[in-house]
């Protein structure tokens, strides 16, 4: 059986601050729909500075019981990086409402690898990775919302005076024997923050890929030196010139690319980013500065980069630094698979 269900406790933001709701444990999460309304103090249409709204999520994070993260994205302002995400994988959805003060928008944790069936439509019960809500106990299972730090993170103009999300899960009961044909594989992930320190050549830049799990993808987003509360920090495109991944046991350059490449060829597009009073006016435009490899193209066609059985520093992700200042960073997500221990 196939459901979704709105949750009916929301989470209220309040500046610096973690929110959760519970989320259900029966069944088998497979996708969970997060809608946001954000008041603004004065008019946040013609004010908003390049994805200001999504800057509302600071990091966001799914645990279970004993710690367990089945989904955690850290750093600062990362809902940007899940919109960028987003866009990739439900290509045409909306995304928001706008209106004069208050602003509708949204975000989605999809945790399989099959956001489409084989027929194109949206495939929401996609069982090829889930998170096990019936192994949890009452009130384990939580969703974690960190907001940003400062009320003006939106815009350096336009504070938030209120803002709240709420949460619709999608859930498939007593499937277990479609899960347990891909394998009973549960959703985690990892972030770090990589500050380069220097300029760097030729994918010189590196950061250990973890290991111990399949990695499906990693999310990219440089950000400049601006503080948060004054209308930053910025997402910028001129840090990361080049993108690599390097199989350093094999000697193998898996991947080496260049950013502007990556922007022009591979990128969403965004209409609307910039939040303006009549949106359908603004050009579509590439978003420099966020970047997602995809490594099921790579190895596993729903899974990703097989890291299970190899050693830290046996995968690098790697960047060559054309342009640094002091506190610019480079937030990582690596989102990965694993198999459900039980």
Request: glycine content about 10%.
């Amino acid at each position: 059986m196939k459901t979704t269900r709105k949750i009916t406790d929301t989470m209220i933001w309040a500046a610096s601050s973690d929110v959760s709701i519970n989320l259900p444990n029966d069944g088998l999460i497979t996708r969970i729909d997060l809608e946001a309304y954000t008041t603004g103090g004065s008019a946040i249409a013609g004010a908003l500075a390049p994805l200001g709204l999504w800057r509302i999520i600071q990091n966001l994070k799914i645990q279970g019981g004993a710690g367990k993260d089945f989904f955690s994205m850290s750093g600062t302002q990362m809902g940007q990086l899940l919109h960028h995400l987003n866009l990739l994988d439900f290509p045409g959805t909306t995304w928001k409402d706008l209106v004069a003060t208050s602003q509708y928008q949204a975000f989605r944790l999809h945790f399989g690898s099959r956001p489409r069936d084989i027929y194109g439509r949206d495939n929401p019960f996609d069982l090829t990775v889930a998170i096990p809500a019936f192994a949890e106990g009452n009130n384990s299972l939580k969703l974690i919302w960190t907001t940003t730090a400062a009320a003006d993170t939106i815009d350096g103009a336009v504070d938030i005076s209120a803002a709240v999300i709420r949460a619709t899960v999608h859930s498939v009961k007593d499937e277990d024997a479609e899960w347990a044909r891909f394998g009973r594989k549960v959703p985690t992930s990892t972030t770090l923050a990589h500050d380069p320190s220097a300029t760097a050549s030729d994918l010189q830049s590196e950061v250990n890929v973890p290991v111990g799990a399949y990695v499906r993808r990693i999310g990219i987003m440089s950000q400049d030196d601006t503080a948060a509360g004054s209308n930053g920090p910025l997402i910028v495109g001129d840090q990361a010139t080049e993108i690599g991944l390097k199989l350093t046991k094999d000697n193998i350059r898996l991947i080496h690319t260049r950013t502007k490449t990556r922007e022009v060829c591979g990128s969403p597009v965004y209409d609307g980013g910039i939040i303006v009073d009549t949106p359908n006016t603004q050009d579509p435009f590439s978003q420099a500065g966020l970047h997602v490899l995809d490594l099921r193209q790579y190895d596993h066609r729903d899974f990703g980069l097989n890291c299970i059985g190899l050693q830290t520093g046996d995968v690098k992700l790697s960047f060559t630094i054309g342009s640094y200042a002091s506190a610019e960073i480079e937030h990582i997500w690596f989102d990965q698979v694993q198999s459900w221990a039980g």
